[in-house]
């Protein structure tokens, strides 16, 4: 097991809109690398690594070392359009986010998934995620 700590300092502004059109290109065709490899399962255990989902963003162009890597690379992926490997990526930030349920609905015919349990458990991740903001449980 891998531990220590990382230090990831707070940087502002955003993507610029030439570099996510190549950050969707080049993290769409490595992830299907990797499917077509070694399957949609490690693929999604290596994604939840917060070393190599650092990694990825860094490796697809996205060299802000800390904020905002995970939206912008998710975002990146959703619209890769991975669904035809078993991926569905739904939801975001902002107005994405309260689209979630109906891009469940949307892209579960490509997932073996239950899509009220998806609903749910898209729910559940924003309680706990509003529970710390109002715990005063601070973030950076």
């Known amino acids: 097991m891998k531990t220590g700590i990382a230090e990831l300092p707070l940087h502002y502004g955003s993507c610029p809109k030439w ?4 950050m969707k290109k080049l993290s769409g065709a ?3 690398a990797i499917v077509l490899e070694f399957g949609t399962t490690e693929f999604l ?3 939840s690594d917060p070393f ?3 990694a990825f963003a860094c490796v697809v162009g996205f060299d802000w070392h800390s904020s905002g890597t995970t939206t912008t690379l ?3 992926l959703k619209e890769a359009n991975l669904e ?3 991926i569905a990526i739904c939801g975001g930030k902002g107005n994405m986010a ?3 349920p109906e ?9 073996d998934a239950d899509p009220e349990k998806m609903k749910y458990f898209s729910r559940i991740g924003v309680f706990f995620s509003e529970a710390e903001g109002k715990d005063l449980l601070l973030l950076y």
Do not use: D, P
Request: aromatic residues 16%; positive net charge.
């Open 19 to 22: 570099l996510f059109v190549r």
């Open 98 to 100: 309260r689209k979630t």
């Open 103 to 111: 891009e469940i609905e949307e892209k579960i015919k490509y997932v």
């Open 84 to 86: 035809e490997y078993g």
């Open 45 to 47: 255990k290596r994604i």
């Open 30 to 32: 490595i992830a299907k």
């Open 74 to 76: 998710c975002a990146a």
């Open 52 to 54: 190599f989902f650092q």
